[in-house]
């Protein structure tokens, strides 16, 4: 044997032994956190004049609150405990200024318009009972107030057509519970074990068949996690018009299929054994096949996205910078999210763009859910926008805005992390091409784009609200709807109107339409509409005549009036529908913005029915009109309580007036039908409950904007695609290879809640 051998095997085991040692010690080092880089360069004048659209701060709100309590001559109660004859704020809001006082301020170098707010009063305690709205300002010190409610709607708005609080939904509880359900203790002790908390109510609207009714029907359900699904077959109709609650009666009873005068009549019906009584067993506290627990034990984390250079978005008071976008987003108290003055590569190509209403239309064969017609916008879509879940409302890393709201208080109500803002690797290519003909190379561009979302929780529906902003100049307004599926207690011909999806449930079906309001300004104010579509056009092949071809080739034409650009919800639309505006591209085209939408609605109510003018924007599928300041809204939140006298029917917006180079509207409606099934127990799944549409550069640019990402990725056949200067995915190793700095995970969607 070599007698250097054993030396050899020594210094060998001890290289082994050094480098598995290294390896090993690696191993249980932790990689580098991940560290921001200054990316973003703000214009603070840019964002400073975004402040024009800025929700109100809660100092404002106090100062609005104790201006009315000073200068309205009347007692405000806290509408928290206000009775109907009472006087109170139901809620304050920002009044945004006329636009073209903003665009003076923001492009002519004008004057920063007066900031002011807009208060929704009730005033109960006088002769007239009735509904004002008051401008209040100028903030931050107001030193005036005045009324518009005349100026804004033709008129007065009667008491009747307000908004239920809170405070009204109590008192009615407090009604069914003390006078109502107390005249028939036998029948709900021994058919729903009844013991004064194991019920839960909901309520139906609108409240009944003329202008002046305030009779509500409520669906009685067994009070557990998820009751919108538990029904027990008992409806109470309260007719609680009188702003005396004393004089509050019961109009009617249902039970299991029969129609009673009043819960006495249901009593004595009972007792005499003349009812059909069909007990629902008991559920636990939990809901049982309602609960939202998951029924596996938590297993292999989900992936997680996160951002290994830090974000690049910035965020700054209401205004937002992402890549060529900027942008200022808002929370209106109605109607949720709203999006203003949205620029790309610093140009304006939309002033506002907003959620208006979202309706729901229930068929049944009980009565509390045959009436039922939700117009969300009444309730407060902004007022029901709930916390965030960081991680599964949201991803993890998203920064979280907390947002501000004074309705039915005195003081302001913060609603922390309510709105999240993330950028987002939607894996897949926005565009790519692998080229193995002729010459050699691939070159792609990942769809990253920044999100915008807040969600609303009114009553069993959550609405995911998104804006998404893409690389290519394309916006995306979408909904995802969610949350409970309403139901009716399973009986007679139930199943004409759902599916059964427990043992005495009947998931209801019901239409949703979804109304936005998207003022575009393409190159300027002044737009037309233009319609793009194809036809198939039969021609001799020139080069064999005696040959026929089918070509199809480019319709156009211009939509000249409003008639013409009111598309019916189910009327053939033209496929490429664009604002155009009075420039050109490099290549001779009006550069415009096109409307794709996004739907697959159910059929609207039909028009002889007696409140469709209430929800008339709802015919159509999209209806392009001129800007007027005195058509800020579609709806309004009076039409849900008196839909028969509507306080606004957007079928008045359209009269066949010209929009050719004019300042233009599109009012959009995108919605679904949903016919519950049993996978919708225990909760609807936003897969497939997806709607919206799409603003996309049409002819807008000389070519895509988003060749100028620095996302983008090429390499051909003789270069080295591993080293980076030629390949930055390449480098991913080196550039991600960091931990996220994860917060600790809070929530605080518990504390200070407000219920239906």
Same mark, same amino acid.
């Given at each position: ?16 032994i050094?480098?598995?040692s ?12 991940c ?16 402040l024009v659209?800025a ?8 100062q609005?609150?104790q201006?009315?309590q ?11 405990? +206000?009775?109907p ?13 006329a ?19 807009l208060a929704?009063?009730?005033?109960g305690n006088q002769?007239?009972p ?14 005036y107030h005045r009324?518009i409610?005349v ?6 708005v009667?008491?009747?057509r307000r908004?239920m ?14 006078? +109502?359900? +107390? ?10 074990e009844?013991d004064?908390?194991?019920?839960a109510?909901q309520t139906?609207?609108p ?5 002046g009714?305030?009779?509500?029907w ?7 996690s998820?009751?919108f699904?538990?029904?027990?077959g ?5 007719d ?5 609650i004393?004089?509050w009666?019961?109009?009617?009873v249902?039970?299991n ?8 009549q249901?009593?004595?019906a009972y ?9 629902v067993?008991k ?5 049982d096949?309602s ?7 938590p ?11 830090g ?8 205004h937002?910078?992402f ?10 108290v ?13 140009e ?7 959620v208006?209403?979202a309706?729901s239309v ?7 859910g045959?009436?039922t ?29 907390? #947002?501000?709201?004074l309705s ?6 913060k ?6 803002i993330?950028?987002q ?6 565009r ?13 561009l990942v769809?990253?784009a920044?999100?915008v ?7 069993n ?16 307004g979408?909904v995802?709807? #969610? ?5 009716s ?15 005495h449930?009947?998931?209801t079906?019901r ?5 936005y ?11 037309s ?6 036809a198939f ?19 156009k034409?211009v939509?000249?009036?409003?008639d013409?650009?009111?598309f019916?919800l ?9 604002? +155009?505006?009075?420039?050109?591209n490099k290549?001779?085209?009006q ?5 794709q ?6 059929d609207?109510?039909p028009e002889a029915?007696?409140?469709e003018?209430?929800?008339?924007w709802a ?13 800020p809204t ?5 039409n ?7 306080t ?11 929009i #050719? ?9 995108a919605g ?7 996978e919708?127990?225990p ?5 497939g ?8 550069p049409y002819?807008y640019?000389?070519l895509d ?7 983008g990725v ?7 695609f591993?080293a980076c ?5 390449a480098?991913l190793?080196k550039?991600a290879s960091?931990?996220?700095n994860f917060p600790?995970?809070t929530?605080?969607?518990f ?5 239906l």
């Amino acid at each position: 044997m070599n007698p250097k051998l054993p030396y050899v095997l020594l210094v060998g085991a001890g290289v082994i032994i050094f480098i598995l040692s290294c390896m090993l010690l690696s191993r249980g080092r932790r990689s580098p956190s991940c560290e921001s880089q200054p990316h973003i360069v703000e214009k603070m004048r840019s964002t400073s004049q975004s402040l024009v659209f800025a929700d109100l701060t809660p100092e404002e709100m106090v100062q609005v609150v104790q201006y009315l309590q000073g200068n309205l001559g009347v007692q405000l109660v806290d509408a928290s405990r +206000a009775k109907p004859s009472d006087n109170c704020i139901a809620s304050v809001d920002v009044q945004v200024p006329a636009k073209a006082e903003v665009l003076r301020f923001l492009d002519g170098g004008g004057a920063r318009p007066p900031r002011e707010a807009l208060a929704v009063l009730y005033f109960g305690n006088q002769p007239d009972p009735n509904v004002t709205e008051y401008v209040v300002g100028p903030l931050p010190t107001p030193v005036y107030h005045r009324d518009i409610t005349v100026q804004k709607y033709g008129g007065k708005v009667p008491y009747h057509r307000r908004p239920m609080l809170g405070s009204e939904y109590e008192q009615v509880g407090a009604f069914l519970e003390m006078v +109502a359900l +107390a005249a028939a203790p036998t029948f709900l002790k021994e058919v729903f074990e009844y013991d004064g908390t194991n019920v839960a109510f909901q309520t139906t609207a609108p409240h009944g068949f003329k202008s002046g009714d305030r009779k509500s029907w409520f669906i009685m359900f067994q009070n557990v996690s998820g009751f919108f699904v538990h029904p027990v077959g008992l409806e109470v109709l309260v007719d609680h018009s009188s702003l005396d609650i004393s004089r509050w009666v019961v109009s009617r009873v249902f039970y299991n299929g029969q129609y009673y005068r009043d819960m006495v009549q249901l009593e004595s019906a009972y007792v005499q054994g003349r009812i059909s009584v069909e007990k629902v067993r008991k559920a636990p506290q939990d809901g049982d096949f309602s609960s939202m627990k998951p029924r596996a034990p938590p297993a292999a984390l989900f992936p997680l996205q996160y951002e290994p250079q830090g974000p690049r978005y910035s965020i700054r008071n209401n205004h937002v910078l992402f890549q060529a976008w900027s942008f200022a987003f808002g929370m209106s108290v109605n109607t949720g999210l709203r999006l203003f003055d949205i620029r790309h590569k610093g140009e304006r190509v939309a002033y506002e763009i907003s959620v208006q209403e979202a309706l729901s239309v229930y068929g049944s064969n009980c009565p509390g859910g045959m009436s039922t017609r939700y117009m969300d916008g009444s309730f407060g879509i902004g007022r029901y926008t709930s916390p965030l879940v960081r991680g599964v409302d949201c991803p993890y890393s998203a920064t979280y805005v907390d #947002t501000y709201s004074l309705s039915e208080t005195l003081s302001p109500s913060k609603r922390k992390a309510s709105l999240c803002i993330f950028e987002q690797n939607l894996g897949s290519p926005l565009r790519r091409h692998y080229s193995n003909l002729q010459s050699l190379y691939y070159g792609g561009l990942v769809n990253s784009a920044l999100v915008v979302r807040s969600i609303a929780t009114v009553g069993n529906h959550d609405y995911v609200w998104d804006f998404i902003f893409y690389q290519n100049g394309a916006i995306e307004g979408k909904v995802q709807a #969610t949350g409970y599926a309403t139901s009716s207690f399973l009986h007679g011909d139930g199943l004409r109107y759902g599916n059964r999806v427990w043992e005495h449930t009947l998931g209801t079906i019901r239409t949703h339409s979804i109304n936005y309001k998207v003022d575009l300004d393409v190159g300027g104010v002044k737009n037309s509409l233009v319609a793009h579509d194809m036809a198939f056009e039969m021609v001799r092949a020139p080069w064999s005549p005696e040959q026929q071809i089918e070509r199809p080739r480019l319709t156009k034409k211009v939509l000249d009036t409003e008639d013409q650009a009111a598309f019916r919800l189910q009327s053939k639309m033209p496929r490429y529908i664009y604002f +155009a505006a009075n420039s050109k591209n490099k290549w001779g085209h009006q550069r415009g913005y096109r409307i794709q939408i996004t739907s697959f609605a159910g059929d609207h109510v039909p028009e002889a029915s007696s409140m469709e003018r209430a929800v008339s924007w709802a015919r159509y599928q999209l209806a392009v009109t001129r800007r007027k300041e005195e058509e800020p809204t579609s709806t309004s939140i009076y039409n849900q309580n008196d839909p028969w006298t509507p306080t606004v029917a957007f079928a008045n917006f359209i009269n066949n007036e010209t929009i #050719t180079n004019e300042d233009l509207v599109a009012w959009i409606t995108a919605g679904f039908l949903h016919i519950p099934h049993s996978e919708d127990i225990p909760n609807t799944v936003t897969v497939g409950n997806s709607v919206g549409f799409l603003l996309r550069p049409y002819n807008y640019y000389d070519l895509d904007p988003s060749i100028y990402s620095h996302d983008g990725v090429f390499f051909t056949s003789e270069q080295d695609f591993t080293a980076c200067d030629i390949n930055p995915i390449a480098c991913l190793p080196k550039t991600a290879s960091c931990l996220p700095n994860f917060p600790p995970f809070t929530y605080d969607g518990f504390q200070n809640i407000s219920r239906l």
